[in-house]
């Protein structure tokens, strides 16, 4: 366990080393590094990762750094930007690394944790002791570079933290009574992973008998907004390659202005900046069902139109899905397929 400042809690005298350090570019961060950091933090009083960065790496170094912190809360991950020529593995430039190293963090480690082989001359020449930690990857048989050549392929190498990064989320929308919710199921049986309920629904659901339920007010859309967002991140991280949601924060903006009457610019800054791989909008082709809390069926047609003139302003991807359950289902099984290039889902 991790303490706020980086620390495990464990009495000082079963510690080897008191400053350790683990440089890298973690891109991605993996189980190996994850392992890596786990034995270093093992036998250290502090724990110490750079994060190297150069304009080569397309992941921002604050997202880099951001699954380590989330992996290991309290950890001091510190971010390295540094010119591309250093940008290399060879124990040619392992003492211009230790030098830049020491300017950097303006002290000199005990000891440095590393799976690669400048390991220990970049730590000889800052003076520090070197621990090589699995080089031939027989603990974790995997590298970034195989990652990165087929994501989908090495998942179960990613830790939490990293896989809701590389996770499409596929939303669906639609008018009232038009499969939603039964097609999200549906496609998180197919893709066997999580899927994300409406939370508008049960809040509606839990004021229904109350004195003005049919009244609502900005507040409670903003309320409901944040907590479908909270949902998707706590559900994302469970996510198997894909995350299908019943509705988001965009959808609950039309259905703002469909009770309140306008659209909300507050409400606006609640939808997430990240737009989801694709908006898959059930069409109002199939019978309506009343169930006791939809206003009727005379309003799906506006409410259809509606969503795809607001999908079209936004420049969001959609489909629209129509016909039999399975034949909608097809469609966007199909449609996903195309987008993300999964691997076959196993019976």
Same mark, same amino acid.
């Given at each position: 366990?991790?303490?706020?400042?980086?620390?495990?809690?464990?009495?000082?005298?079963?510690?080897?080393?008191?400053?350790?350090?683990?440089?890298?570019?973690?891109?991605?961060?993996?189980?190996?590094?994850?392992?890596?950091?786990?034995?270093?933090?093992?036998?250290?009083?502090?724990?110490?990762?750079?994060?190297?960065?150069?304009?080569?790496?397309?992941?921002?170094?604050?997202?880099?750094?951001?699954?380590?912190?989330?992996?290991?809360?309290?950890?001091?991950?510190?971010?390295?930007?540094?010119?591309?020529?250093?940008?290399?593995?060879?124990?040619?430039?392992?003492?211009?690394?230790?030098?830049?190293?020491?300017?950097?963090?303006?002290?000199?480690?005990?000891?440095?944790?590393?799976?690669?082989?400048?390991?220990?001359?970049?730590?000889?020449?800052?003076?520090?002791?070197?621990?090589?930690?699995?080089?031939?990857?027989?603990?974790?048989?995997?590298?970034?570079?195989?990652?990165?050549?087929?994501?989908?392929?090495?998942?179960?190498?990613?830790?939490?933290?990293?896989?809701?990064?590389?996770?499409?989320?596929?939303?669906?929308?639609?008018?009232?009574?038009?499969?939603?919710?039964?097609?999200?199921?549906?496609?998180?049986?197919?893709?066997?992973?999580?899927?994300?309920?409406?939370?508008?629904?049960?809040?509606?659901?839990?004021?229904? /008998?109350?004195?003005?339920?049919?009244?609502?007010?900005?507040?409670?859309? =903003?309320? &409901? @907004?944040? !907590?479908?967002? %909270? +949902?998707?991140?706590?559900?994302?991280?469970?996510?198997?390659?894909?995350?299908?949601?019943?509705?988001?924060?965009?959808?609950?903006?039309?259905?703002?202005?469909?009770?309140?009457?306008?659209?909300?610019?507050?409400?606006?800054?609640?939808?997430?900046?990240?737009?989801?791989?694709?908006?898959?909008?059930?069409?109002?082709?199939?019978?309506?069902?009343?169930?006791?809390?939809?206003?009727?069926?005379?309003?799906?047609?506006?409410?259809?139109?509606?969503?795809?003139?607001?999908?079209?302003?936004?420049?969001?991807? /959609?489909?629209?899905?129509?016909?039999?359950?399975?034949?909608?289902?097809? =469609?966007? &099984? @199909?449609? !996903?397929?195309? %987008? +993300?290039?999964?691997?076959?889902?196993?019976?």
């Amino acid at each position: 366990m991790v303490s706020a400042n980086g620390k495990e809690f464990y009495p000082s005298m079963q510690k080897r080393f008191n400053q350790g350090l683990i440089i890298g570019k973690f891109y991605p961060f993996h189980k190996g590094h994850q392992f890596l950091i786990e034995t270093a933090l093992s036998q250290c009083q502090s724990l110490t990762v750079i994060l190297c960065q150069t304009d080569r790496y397309l992941i921002p170094p604050e997202v880099r750094a951001g699954w380590l912190r989330e992996t290991f809360p309290g950890l001091d991950v510190r971010i390295l930007e540094h010119d591309a020529s250093l940008d290399s593995n060879s124990t040619d430039i392992s003492e211009t690394w230790a030098k830049l190293t020491v300017d950097f963090l303006g002290f000199v480690p005990d000891v440095v944790f590393s799976s690669e082989s400048y390991g220990e001359p970049y730590a000889r020449f800052m003076g520090s002791q070197h621990i090589l930690v699995d080089l031939e990857r027989r603990h974790i048989p995997i590298s970034a570079t195989q990652i990165r050549s087929d994501i989908w392929k090495h998942w179960d190498y990613l830790p939490e933290s990293t896989r809701a990064f590389y996770t499409p989320k596929i939303v669906i929308l639609g008018a009232e009574s038009t499969g939603t919710t039964t097609l999200a199921k549906d496609l998180a049986t197919h893709f066997q992973t999580v899927w994300v309920p409406e939370y508008g629904r049960s809040y509606y659901e839990g004021k229904l /008998f109350a004195q003005g339920s049919t009244t609502w007010t900005t507040d409670e859309f =903003i309320h &409901i @907004a944040t !907590i479908q967002n %909270l +949902t998707e991140d706590a559900l994302l991280k469970k996510a198997n390659r894909l995350l299908i949601c019943d509705t988001d924060a965009f959808a609950t903006t039309l259905w703002h202005e469909r009770y309140v009457g306008t659209l909300s610019p507050e409400l606006e800054k609640v939808v997430k900046k990240e737009k989801p791989l694709l908006y898959i909008l059930t069409d109002i082709d199939i019978p309506f069902v009343q169930d006791g809390t939809r206003d009727g069926e005379h309003l799906r047609a506006g409410m259809h139109r509606r969503f795809i003139e607001r999908l079209k302003e936004k420049h969001l991807p /959609f489909i629209i899905v129509n016909g039999s359950k399975k034949k909608r289902l097809a =469609i966007a &099984i @199909a449609e !996903i397929n195309r %987008l +993300t290039s999964l691997p076959p889902v196993s019976p």
